[in-house]
């Protein structure tokens, strides 16, 4: 109830793959559009710009790039090996239609992110599998 996107959705897709559920239900929709950052692209970038930009101005660090939740819970559902339906619960709330920033000042330093959403969420749900693992 109170966790952000991915984490919610990566549990409950692994959740209903292990009880061999036959859907996942999402809230909302599934129209609004999310831009997300790997950690490691975050710190990268903030390097890079420590190294390449001098002006004294807020710099946006994002891909630049947006995925909406319906495609991002398809995502996640195939990271997770899960191939049953996903169900939209449509009486829980949307929140903001898109978040999406503009990066040109990033970008017009030359930095580009390197991890891929889908790389980025196949690293956490394996660390997410270990986590649940007694040995961890």
């Given at each position: 109830?109170?966790?952000?996107?991915?984490?919610?959705?990566?549990?409950?897709?692994?959740?209903?793959?292990?009880?061999?559920?036959?859907?996942?239900?999402v809230w909302g929709t599934g129209s609004p559009r999310r831009e997300?950052?790997?950690?490691?692209?975050?710190?990268?970038?903030?390097?890079?710009?420590?190294?390449?930009?001098?002006?004294?101005?807020?710099?946006?660090?994002?891909?630049?790039?947006?995925?909406?939740?319906?495609?991002?819970?398809?995502?996640?559902?195939?990271?997770?090996?899960?191939?049953?339906?996903?169900?939209?619960?449509?009486?829980?709330?949307?929140?903001?239609?898109?978040?999406?920033?503009?990066?040109?000042t990033l970008r017009s330093t030359g930095w580009e992110s390197r991890?891929?959403?889908?790389?980025?969420?196949?690293?956490?749900?394996?660390?997410?599998?270990?986590?649940?693992?007694?040995?961890?």
């Amino acid at each position: 109830d109170s966790s952000h996107v991915i984490p919610a959705l990566i549990r409950k897709f692994h959740d209903a793959r292990e009880s061999g559920a036959d859907h996942v239900v999402v809230w909302g929709t599934g129209s609004p559009r999310r831009e997300f950052l790997h950690v490691d692209d975050l710190a990268d970038a903030c390097v890079h710009l420590m190294r390449n930009h001098e002006e004294e101005q807020w710099v946006n660090v994002g891909v630049g790039q947006d995925i909406s939740i319906g495609e991002l819970a398809a995502l996640i559902g195939s990271v997770v090996g899960f191939d049953g339906e996903i169900r939209y619960d449509t009486s829980k709330p949307d929140g903001t239609p898109r978040k999406l920033l503009n990066i040109d000042t990033l970008r017009s330093t030359g930095w580009e992110s390197r991890v891929t959403l889908r790389d980025g969420l196949a690293e956490t749900y394996a660390w997410y599998r270990r986590s649940l693992s007694p040995e961890a």
